[in-house]
């Protein structure tokens, strides 16, 4: 496995970690055995960066993370980053549920805080959510500071609120068909010496080749009413996973290891969290870290990607 600092911390990261929102009914994995199996694999291939949230599941994906770690005896080995959402941001909320994830959790400290998503309905001032973290961080309640789905400005504006903390990352949707994050965001980063964690890497599955024009299921899922997958986006996809086949078989790698290691190689400020329904994902997505694109191969997929236009708002 390869490893990456995470932010200025000194930490060293799995580039490849785990996401765990499929530990919940949102993405219908909700056997515990089934998930400790995968984070047993994750942890065996040298996987250490686990993500999981307040909200994947109500609980249930901290809950799976925290037992498993503590019943494989693996908490030295594993850096923990949850999320605290939007609408428990008061200072009050921001102790009461950080108790409940470290509770869920097993452990005394958590390694990662994120704040999931800024308050959008709440009108919570972004200095005390920021200083309640920080006042964490002083406790010894939780170790590192991150930001998700924040826009620059107001990543900027909290990051600005800590007096001797430093946001270490920001979380946001990037794959190789979205990649509206390297307008503002991967320079953003890349400028403060952060990391960015990178959610929904394989677009759910779109870029795995599993998923073909003529066989796109119904999904279930949270995918069910998910853009990518419908045919007017799908379509343009397409073309880019047999892109991404063709040049795998180059390098002997699927075409989910090729689309990973693509964002890999962009920057280094990049470490991807795909999510993994089965250990035989986690092994794929191990297989994503370690080696290099040619810059050529690069290109041809950074090319081919521009060219895709994704659309989220549908006419029927
Ligand atoms: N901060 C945020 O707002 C936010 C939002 C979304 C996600 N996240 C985090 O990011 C993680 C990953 O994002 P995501 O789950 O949305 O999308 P993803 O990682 O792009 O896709 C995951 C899905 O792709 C399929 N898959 C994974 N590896 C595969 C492989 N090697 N071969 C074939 N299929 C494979 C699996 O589904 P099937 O087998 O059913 O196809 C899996 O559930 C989440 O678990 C969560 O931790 C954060």
Redesign the pocket.
Known sequence: MEYRELGQTGEKVSAVGL????FSES?GLTNYEAAKQIIAKALELGINLI???IV?GNGMSEDFVGRAIKELGAREQVFIAT?IPGQYLSEDDVLRATRASLRRLRVDAIDLM?V??PPCWHNFPTCEYMRALERLVSMGLIRYIGL??FPVELAEAANACLAREQVVSL???Y?LVERAAEKEMLPFVEGYGMSLLA???????A?????TPDNIPKFE???AGNPLFHPSNFSQIWPLVQKLREIGQKYGK?P??VALNWLLTTSDAVIV??????P??VI??AGAAGWRLSYDDWLELDQLSKSIRIRYYIEE
């Open positions: 996401g765990t929102w499929q993405w993500d999981t949230a994947y999320k994120q999931h998503w998700s789905d979380q946001v949707r794959n959610w929904s890497p394989l677009a759910q599955g870029l795995t080749g599993k998923y899922d949270v995918r699927t989910a290891q969290i795909p999510g993994a329904k089965r035989e994902h794929d997505n």
